[in-house]
């Protein structure tokens, strides 16, 4: 699905996002461990696995990291990034303690550690932990679209992710607190169809009801 000129979501169990304008960034990898959807979307579009620049991974979650060891082995080139505090959970390098278990995706080297306010890729890395300790959103600050991983949810309506998924449910709740702060009209979800317009009243209204 096209969001905007050079935003792309491809829908799966946990949606991933490509930004084609003048870079190739991939966001989140998908609960298939062959990264199919993805492959497939960058054959179609006449674009090579090798043309990733990047690779941004929202949380460790399963659905959202099974595919990253298939990524990264037909794009040795693409820069890892995850956020400093899901990095060694991302690499395996750490057990992760939260729901829902320890990892079962094959481990990955982390490139980048980005932090809360980082500039990457031509996004602002916002740390919105609580549904994981270094859970992330991206913010295209020109387009005003939020890449909002599991830091929302947009199944049946805007609202946070199911507790029984998030380490630490006050801090997810406080993390969907920070994203109102933010202007932005689009929102991409992992789970749920994108806000197309008026994201970020929508987040305020949300906000002001936890």
Known sequence: ?????????????????????????????SV???AKDIFNWLRKNGRAPGDLTSVVVTHTHPDHVLGLKAIKSRAPGAKIAVHRDD???????????GPPGPQRHEAVN???????????????????????????????TERKILVAGDS????????PMSDKY?????????????????EFETILFG?????????????KALAGKL
């Not at 490139?111 to 295209?140: M, S």
């Not at 929302?152 to 609202?159: P, T």
């Open 191 to 203: 789970h749920g169809g994108p806000i197309l317009r008026g994201g970020s009243q929508q987040v």
């Open 87 to 97: 990095a060694d959970y991302v690499a395996r390098t750490k057990v992760y303690p």
């Open 32 to 34: 298939d461990d062959t």
């Open 152 to 159: 929302l949810n947009n199944e049946k309506g805007l609202g």
């Open 166 to 182: 998030n380490i630490d449910p006050a801090q997810h709740r406080q993390s969907i607190k920070k994203l109102a702060n933010y």
């Open 110 to 140: 982390v490139d980048v550690r980005l932090e809360d306010g980082q500039k990457f890729e031509g996004f602002l890395v916002i740390h919105t932990p609580g549904h994981t300790p270094g859970h992330l959103a991206l913010l295209d």
């Open 1 to 29: 699905m096209e969001i905007a000129k050079g935003v792309h979501l491809i829908e799966t169990y946990a949606n991933c996002a490509l930004f084609t304008d003048g870079r190739l960034v991939l966001v989140d990898t």
